[in-house]
């Protein structure tokens, strides 16, 4: 069962940075998404990106802040993140599929494979 492997998470300030990393390797994937959980909430989805087309999709409580993208070469999928709030404090995981179509969606039901997270955490 291939799973996928987040890395870069930790403890940041409010409005400091960090870049989240999930390695794809062995797996193909044209739907690729990153999803978070928080304490006491639903996990939610935040950014995804279709890599057969780049388009990519944010939800409102990140858009102009994370930035989803992928390195082919390193089959390594990214999250970078800045100007981060409390709010954003959360277990991260980034999620893949492949299907014969493909558009950015946070679906849940449109990935195969899970990691299994990562912490971040913002103190204000």
């Known amino acids: 069962q291939v799973q996928l492997m987040e890395s870069g998470g930790g403890s940041v300030q409010a409005g400091g940075s960090l870049r989240l990393s999930c390695d794809l390797s062995?797996?193909?994937?044209?739907?690729m998404g990153w999803f978070r959980k928080a304490p006491g909430k639903e996990r939610e989805g935040v950014a995804s990106?279709?890599?057969?087309?780049?388009?990519?999709y944010y939800s409102d409580s990140v858009k102009g802040r994370f930035t989803i993208s992928r390195d082919n070469a390193q089959n390594t999928l990214y999250l970078e993140m800045n100007s981060l709030k409390s709010e954003d404090t959360a277990m991260y995981y980034c999620?893949?599929?492949?299907?014969?179509?493909?558009?950015?969606?946070?679906?849940?039901?449109?990935?195969?494979?899970w990691g299994q997270g990562t912490q971040v955490t913002v103190s204000s």
């Open positions: 062995g797996y193909t994937a044209n739907f």
């Open positions: 999620a893949a599929n492949f299907l014969s179509f493909c558009y950015p969606t946070i679906l849940e039901r449109m990935y195969k494979t």
């Open positions: 990106l279709c890599s057969t087309t780049g388009e990519v």
